[in-house]
């Protein structure tokens, strides 16, 4: 085991504008506090300031000098979000491979109950990881997460946080080890009726709508078919 600390780069990806209020940004703050310690040095890279702000160049060479890398970010259209997308495309334009060895995890949470839809944009994550010479080694894909930051201190949610716990611990135990864990990818969504999660989730819409001075009917427009 070498004595020189380890860098964890975790890429927070969430478009949000209010980034308190997206789930990405709370899970980075979450490993942050996990994986800071004796023999590891953790860094955020905040993608949708980097990208507002020009900032790509010192978060691509924060990137390229990382022993891991873990990816927190929401699902989008089924996959990740454009923004993303267009900071990976860069990155790897510029750094198309790695250095040195490198890990890669990543964390995926979607808004629909079934955490398996996260599945296609978990194999983005582990193609980047080829593409580029790092060494995939899976991650979380979390169901229902627009309830993460209202409900995290509620009983039903206490194993799902325990499961993202579990993984920034193996990323930490990794990065100290000469030889990491075997790839695992798991699923993780609060046990939660499915109705209820569904009946908030529109009332929340709702509120939205109002908030906008919108009416409930305006929900239901469909511009693009004109």
């Not at 022993?67 to 334009?93: H, K």
């Not at 750094?95 to 890669?104: G, I, L, M, Q």
Request: a positive charge; proline letters at 7%.
């Amino acid at each position: 085991m070498s004595d020189m600390k380890k860098r964890i780069a975790l890429v927070s990806a969430s478009p949000k504008v209010e980034q308190t209020e997206a789930v990405s940004a709370f899970l980075a703050a979450r490993g942050e506090g996990a994986l800071a310690g004796d023999g590891i040095v953790v860094e955020t890279i905040p993608v949708r300031h980097v990208l507002l702000h020009h900032e790509t160049e010192p978060a691509f060479a924060l990137l390229q000098s990382a022993d891991a890398i873990v990816f927190i970010f929401p699902l989008y259209i089924f996959c990740l979000p454009a923004m993303l997308t267009r900071f990976l495309q860069d990155f790897v334009a510029a750094y198309p491979a790695s250095t040195k060895p490198a890990n890669v995890y990543a964390i995926i949470n979607c808004g629909f109950p079934e955490p398996q839809i996260n599945q296609e944009a978990m194999r983005v994550i582990e193609c980047f990881s080829l593409q580029t010479n790092r060494a995939f080694l899976g991650g979380v894909m979390l169901g229902c997460s627009g309830m993460l930051l209202g409900a995290a201190q509620a009983p039903f949610m206490r194993e799902t946080l325990e499961t993202i716990d579990a993984l920034f611990l193996r990323v930490r135990q990794d990065g100290l080890m000469d030889h990491p864990h075997e790839a695992a990818i798991v699923q993780a969504a609060p046990k939660f009726p499915r109705f209820l999660y569904f009946f908030a989730g529109n009332a929340g819409w709702r509120s939205m709508a109002r908030k906008n001075k919108l009416r409930p009917h305006d929900l239901k427009r469909q511009p693009y078919l004109k």
